[in-house]
């Protein structure tokens, strides 16, 4: 018998899995709003004329800065729980 998950699905317990850079992005500014983002991660795209489309546009280039946003989303939804 093999170790291979047949259902697709490579990371079950991973809660980013499935979840896209925007839907992240939106529910972060829903929670704490640009000013407040951008005090909880020293980023320009938040800071300095925050829009949703620069922000992705930054964060798909710029690893660091999506590692950071990805570990405050989690932050947020276990807090949420």
Do not use: Q
Request: aromatic residues 8%; contains cysteine.
């Amino acid at each position: 018998m093999s170790d291979i998950n047949t259902s697709g699905d490579k990371r079950p317990n991973d809660p980013l899995h499935g979840v896209k850079l925007a839907e992240m992005l939106e529910r972060l500014v829903a929670e704490y709003g640009w000013e407040e983002l951008g005090v909880r991660i020293n980023i320009r795209c938040f800071n300095h004329d925050p829009s949703i489309k620069s922000s992705l546009k930054f964060l798909r280039r710029t690893p660091w800065a999506r590692d950071k946003v990805e570990l405050l989303y989690l932050h947020m939804i276990i807090k949420d729980k």
